[in-house]
């Protein structure tokens, strides 16, 4: 199953981080591709850059000015679309029906105000995580790493310059371009 | 297992939003206090609203200024402590260890930028939610997540004013101050 997220209302001076955090959480987490609507440059540029340094997760980095045709071509085009909205069914069973019909192409939804009613209209699947305000970061994160059972995590992107190792004490990084591994311990 | 989390380094002007966030999920996912630091009162009275609002989860809602103090005297108490960092540990190894320790009280450390090297020494574990650059309000999410094995959602707080009901399509709220359901439809 391939997965995009198309993050909508974004507003460049309010969202600036808060969208940078639904870019690299869908990164992260699992997810094939990135849109942003409307479009802003320095998102984008900043996901680019995460990339090229950290490894190639995401096959399509882009923005649209029109976010509902961009859901209306993709299911057209035979993809489904879950919207996550705290209003909507359960998580685990959205997942179930998602994982039973088993879609070669899911689109995700993420708002940040209000979401006009169109988007409840068009997604296969209005899915709430939790029914309590939160965030749409915490809520993508959740929705990624449940419908993936947990796998999706540690896994190791191709052309990464660099290179984290879990350790229980201290930094330890690789830099993959020098083949070499530092560990940084008391100089942070 | 009684959880707080502790959000340090904190910047008013910068992290409003991105601080509110990780109050929000802590309260979402399972925490039962939240200590931000340095002090800021807009986000602590921003939480107390939403506890009002939406029914009580939170036993703590405070901040300090002498954040390391606040850590030294949870360990001194014989609380145990989790620092959420890129750098640490495998999360499901972690939360093995915090399961089979199974300590009365967990204190969740959660970031902004740099973390000072203290707090990577204090900790009973640095935990990794992958090795990625992503968020901080993903990492919580996650981490409670997986902690609560994902029961932690649609739990019911107590002394709501207003709850929502899951649901397909549509809006389905409920104003418990008058038992009263409404089902909003097609009027966002």
Request: aromatic share 8%; with cysteine; net charge positive.
């Amino acid at each position: 199953m391939k997965i995009y997220v198309l993050r909508i209302g974004h507003r460049p001076e309010r969202d600036k981080r808060i969208t940078t955090h639904v870019g690299l959480t869908a990164r992260a987490f699992g997810a094939k591709g990135f849109i942003l609507a409307p479009c802003d440059e320095k998102i984008l540029e900043k996901l680019k850059s995460v990339e090229r340094r950290w490894g190639r997760f995401l096959e399509i980095i882009e923005c649209t000015n029109s976010p509902l045709g961009y859901v209306r071509r993709w299911k057209k085009e035979g993809g489904k679309v879950v919207h996550l909205t705290m209003y909507g069914m359960k998580v685990d069973d959205a997942i179930d029906e998602i994982k039973k019909s088993n879609p070669q192409r899911l689109l995700i939804i993420v708002g940040a105000e209000k979401v006009p009613w169109e988007y409840y209209e068009h997604a296969d699947w209005n899915v709430s995580v939790g029914n309590q305000p939160h965030s749409e970061v915490a809520a993508l994160a959740v929705f990624l790493d449940r419908l993936f059972e947990g796998k999706e995590l540690y896994r190791e992107p191709e052309g990464a310059q660099i290179k984290i190792l879990p350790s229980r004490r201290g930094k330890e990084v690789v830099d993959a371009a020098e083949e070499s591994r530092g560990t940084e311990e008391g100089t942070l």
